[in-house]
């Protein structure tokens, strides 16, 4: 009973005390303390679980594969050295990749402390810790709008580390130049933020090597000269590791640019020593050299790329003194070159090779302004000399001009010499007559010389008072005939040497006139399809064939294909192989129109060119008959670039070398204009202008022309002043015929043209004004007659058999030049 009491006794406190806990503060903090006994057991076993869950995730979402690739250049930027004193790349790297998170800040942070740890030691260790924990601070304290960050970054960069290291200084000993030392490695810093930030934006996105611009390349750069700076003393088995670093990068960059890419690499990683320390670098000349030697060793493939850079190396390895440190460069070459062999064939595609050359992102644009700057260069070019020309033809102009206004005191000043100085000196009378009484001779030689301008001057139609004070009247009369005669000579000739200056004049402002016409023609325009290249680059890596390089061209509807691939044994493999697999990425057939294999099969690059293969194909046969010895009659059968065939016939004026002349004059600019590029419109212009410049005389040629589209089939039938074409198509027959005037006749050219769709097996004929009008009782129809009956399919055949019929009606003798032209057209 006192136990339970007791017992009783206990419990009641306890009690009051639980339900008075409200107002009595002490027994919160023993409830408190009961509940943590009751389940101390329950609780920390719970602490544990929740540490260790927390700290996994922690732990895991911070040592990731990428913070721990960040962390690695943290250690290494924290030992780069700029000019010995300087350490702006760890500031740079630490405030834009770790400002947004604090676990990557601080890991950042624990790295670049142990790489400052092996290059810095005592007050400049501290210092350097602090400001970089002082930096992450601020910068997370802060709020950087993304669209401010690239020049708040910097800014606030530069403003802590200054102040910072100032305040050190200020509690150190503080000097001027450390204070400069100070100054720059802020601003160095600020500047480098920027260029990280475009690298660091780039890694945000994921973006890949190959479709890396020039700013991203270039900060991805930076960023790795900062890599090879902090390791410069790094050595393993006493080999550089920064060397052997430098020595891949340049065979790397000779492999992906050639030899201007393995240069500028070279003198940049040769560079690197110079801008870790205030000494200059023995191997800038060495580094340069081999990056230039690898470059140009790069069509023999990668140990062309060795053997190149060794010979670089081992050339200027002569002038180092030291024989250690020739012989550690070669080990360092020789590692270098293991790495590089042992690179895998697809780095070049995931390389951003557009980014140093011309393929860059915007190639697109940069090709259209070089292709409007080529073409304003040439028409300038071309105005100039069109000027050139004008200038001649005005300087003719302008001398004639000139010298018909002098020509009349000219001669009246001659006449006068004459008279006054070789045939009146010697007489007694001289001084009378040309000095008392000089303007009474003159106007008395004056009056004769009207007289003799009218007809022959005689004694007795002189002047009665010139007969009276001239003692030799007689003499004189005739020294004036004698003089004026030869004067009316000079005056003939005078006119016909002006005459020939005034045709030299207007040829020549012709000729600038039509030089005029063909600048504002002119047009150079070339396409670069990027998106293409990308599509087949893709796919031939797919399929397995090694191309090296594409170029795809599109100009004028035409697309080429500038391809550089590995050699072949057989020189074939480009035709055989890639072109059938390019014709099936691409949907059409493609065919090799040029290519340039290497001397030797095994080693080198082939370069060939691949275009559209044409559906159709023209057949042609010509056979001509002359009235005389040289035909009159001149034709052209040419393939132009853009995919279209040109047959044109010309009958000259006449028959002969002179017709001849006429009608070769006409195709031969006609197919040199049309290869040039020029509209059939321009070039119909230009020849009119020419065979009207071309003599005084006429001149005029007839001009019959096809242009057949080898792609699509369709064909134009040109015609000026010519005979008519027949097309047969089986046993159908028709004729395409014109009513103008021949070219080199009019200012303007009156052109005729049809369009029509041809077929496989059609026939064409083309026949000059000889051939149709071979006979009075004969008119146009005949041919048509003549083609609706025979069956022959070869052209050759079927010209000869024309011919000889127009022979035949003839009887042998031809009336003019005879020219018949067969085409037929077939498939490929």
Known sequence: MGDKMLGKTEIYPYQRVAEKADNRPRGKKHEWLRLFKERSGKGQAYLRDLIRKEGSTVLHSLLNPENLLLALGA???????????????????????????????????????????????????????????????????????????????????????????????????????????????????????????????AMARRKPLASLNFEEFAAFLVLGIGLVMGLNNVEV???????????????????????????????????????????????????????????????????????????????????IPETSATILGIWETAIASLLFFLLPESLQDKMPLQALGALSSSLREQGEIIDNQLEESARTRIQNLAAVFEELS????????????????????????????????????????????????????????????????????????????????????????????????????????????????????GVSQLIKKLAQEITVKAEFDLELREKLLRESKQQGLKIKEMTPLRSNGQLLLNVVADPCREGEFCENIIAPAFSNILGERMEVCEKTCPRFRAWGQCKFTMSRACSYKINSAVVQVGKEAVCGDSFTIASLKEGKELIALSDGMGVGEKACGDSQATVRLLENLLESGFQRDVALNTINTVLLLRSAQESFATLDMIMVDLYSGDADFIKVGSAPSYIKRDKKVGMISAHSLPIGILENVDVVSERHSLCPRDILVMVSDGVLEVSRQFNETWIMDFLSQVDESDPQLLAEMIMNKALAICKGKPADDMTVICLRVELQ
């Open 394 to 509: 005005s300087s003719f102009s302008g001398e004639m001009e000139v010298k018909r206004k002098n020509n009349q005191a000219a001669y009246l000043n001659y006449l006068y010499e004459q008279v006054s100085q070789n045939f009146c000196e010697k007489c007694s009378r001289y001084d009378i007559c040309w000095g008392r009484d000089s303007y009474h001779s003159s106007q008395q030689i004056l009056e004769l010389f009207s007289i003799v301008e009218k007809a022959e001057l005689s004694y007795e139609k002189a002047p009665r008072d010139f007969k009276r004070r001239c003692l030799y009247a007689r003499e004189m009369i005739s020294t004036i005939n004698y003089l004026f005669d030869r004067l009316l000579l000079n005056e003939y000739w005078s006119d016909k040497l002006c005459e020939s200056r005034e045709l030299v004049a207007i040829q020549l402002k």
């Open 75 to 201: 250690l290494i930027l924290s030992r780069a050295f700029v000019l010995g004193d300087l350490l702006p790349f760890i500031y740079a790297y630490l405030a834009v990749f770790g400002r947004n998170q604090k676990g990557r800040a601080f890991l950042l942070l624990v790295f670049a402390s142990l790489g400052m740890a092996s290059v810095l030691h005592g007050f400049a260790l501290g210092s350097s810790i602090l400001s970089l924990l002082i930096l992450l601070a601020v910068l997370h304290r802060l709020t950087i709008l993304p669209e401010r960050a690239w020049w708040m970054l910097p800014l606030v960069s530069i403003s802590v580390l200054f102040v910072c290291k100032s305040l050190f200084l200020l509690g150190g000993e503080f000097s001027l130049y450390a204070e400069m030392v100070v100054v720059f490695e802020a601003v160095i810093a600020g500047v480098l933020c920027f260029v990280f930030i475009v690298a660091h934006e």
């Open 237 to 319: 088995a006493g080999l550089s590791v920064s060397s052997i670093i430098c020595r891949l990068g340049i065979m790397l960059a000779a492999l992906l640019w050639g030899c201007g890419g393995g240069t500028i690499v070279g003198v940049m990683t040769g560079i690197i020593p110079s801008i870790s320390s205030s000494i200059f670098a023995q191997s800038l000349g060495m580094y340069a050299v081999s990056g230039l030697l690898a470059g140009l060793f790069r069509n023999l493939g990668r140990l062309g790329i060795v053997l190149g850079f060794m010979l670089g190396t081992m050339a200027l390895s002569m002038f």
